[in-house]
């Protein structure tokens, strides 16, 4: 555990190391989801939050896990692929499958100008290649027996081919990018998630163990209700057994009865993108009563 902290670890205080940048917004928009506020002022680095236990600072998500395995933070928020450059030995709770864009892994990928001779990964024999993913990126290379020269890029990587570089490693979600900078993909090496982290120490303490399972179990609830929606109705009872060949999630709906013996109430949960399919059919089939609802968590 680093010294500097002074810090007594039986204290009833989280501090996490959050993401800044791209994924900063996705990440504060994941928590309140979660029900654990955080905003910041200006340019601020300490953002508030509305749980007094916890206290957190945001950095790039390349040092975070650096700083956990050193126990500067308990825990932390950071990619897959920066926890394998950085070679931290933390304890990974869970995988929080987003990104800055999208519900999506992102991919690192060998990337060369469209028109450039390099078709294949061996093509980059003796190549120069740039990548903040470094190791990785090296490990990659000699494990396919590809001698190439690695150099670190410290941004906008995409500019620096053909004239700087032959090849450069990058991490894409859609993939724009690299159209407008008109290269192609080659190969992909990695894909990579958001993780939530903890230093082993700390997870040691029943008291931060408690803490940091709730928020894995809460911010990953938060995901799986990502895209679902609930709908609650009320349906002739005769119309059940239809109505659940319409809609998949009626395997199991949630059925209550009404006052009235011939309906009931039923509530389910769907995705969002196939609802204005299904409320027209459940109207058509004697449905009423429709609510559609949005969900903060769905907990499994």
């Known amino acids: 555990m680093d010294s500097r902290l002074n810090r007594d670890y039986s204290e009833k205080m989280l501090h996490l190391g959050l993401p800044s940048g791209s994924l900063e917004q996705t990440t504060f928009s994941l928590f309140t989801k979660a029900g654990y506020k955080f905003s910041k002022n200006g340019r601020s680095y300490y953002p508030s939050t509305d749980d007094d236990e916890l206290e957190a600072i945001l950095l790039r998500p390349q040092e975070i896990a650096s700083y956990v395995d050193k126990g500067i933070f308990d825990a932390g928020i950071?990619?897959?692929?920066?926890?394998?450059?950085?070679?931290?030995?933390?304890?990974?709770?869970?995988?929080?499958?987003?990104?800055?864009?999208?519900?999506?892994?992102?991919?690192?990928?060998?990337?060369?100008?469209?028109?450039?001779?390099?078709?294949?990964?061996?093509?980059?024999e003796g190549k120069q290649i740039a990548t903040e993913l470094v190791n990785i990126t090296r490990k990659y290379l000699n494990e396919n027996s590809i001698s190439a020269s690695v150099e670190f890029s410290w941004g906008?990587?995409?500019v620096k081919v053909p004239i700087l570089v032959d090849a450069i490693v990058e991490a894409i979600e859609t993939g724009r990018s690299l159209k407008e900078n008109n290269l192609r993909i080659v190969?992909?090496?990695?894909?990579?998630?958001?993780?939530?982290?903890?230093?082993?120490?700390?997870?040691?303490?029943?008291?931060?163990?408690?803490?940091?399972?709730?928020?894995?179990?809460?911010?990953?609830?938060?995901?799986?209700?990502?895209?679902?929606v609930g709908l609650k109705f009320n349906l002739p009872r005769l119309k059940?057994?239809?109505?659940?060949?319409?809609?998949?999630?009626?395997?199991?709906?949630?059925?209550?009865?009404?006052?009235?013996?011939?309906?009931?109430?039923?509530?389910?949960?769907?995705?969002?993108?196939?609802?204005?399919?299904?409320?027209p059919e459940l109207k058509k089939e004697g449905a009423r009563d429709i609510i559609e609802y949005p969900l903060n968590k769905v907990v499994y």
């Open 78 to 124: 950071t990619g897959e692929d920066w926890i394998l450059e950085s070679e931290a030995d933390i304890l990974e709770v869970v995988e929080l499958v987003y990104s800055k864009q999208s519900m999506k892994p992102v991919k690192w990928v060998v990337a060369v100008p469209v028109n450039s001779e390099i078709k294949k990964l061996e093509d980059l």
């Open 187 to 228: 190969d992909t090496i990695l894909m990579s998630t958001p993780r939530l982290i903890a230093n082993k120490e700390s997870y040691k303490n029943p008291w931060k163990k408690e803490k940091i399972d709730r928020i894995a179990m809460l911010m990953q609830g938060a995901l799986n209700a990502y895209e679902l």
């Open 240 to 279: 059940v057994e239809t109505v659940r060949k319409i809609v998949p999630a009626m395997k199991e709906p949630t059925i209550s009865s009404l006052l009235d013996e011939d309906w009931v109430a039923l509530e389910i949960i769907i995705k969002e993108k196939i609802v204005s399919k299904i409320i």
């Open 156 to 158: 906008a990587t995409e």
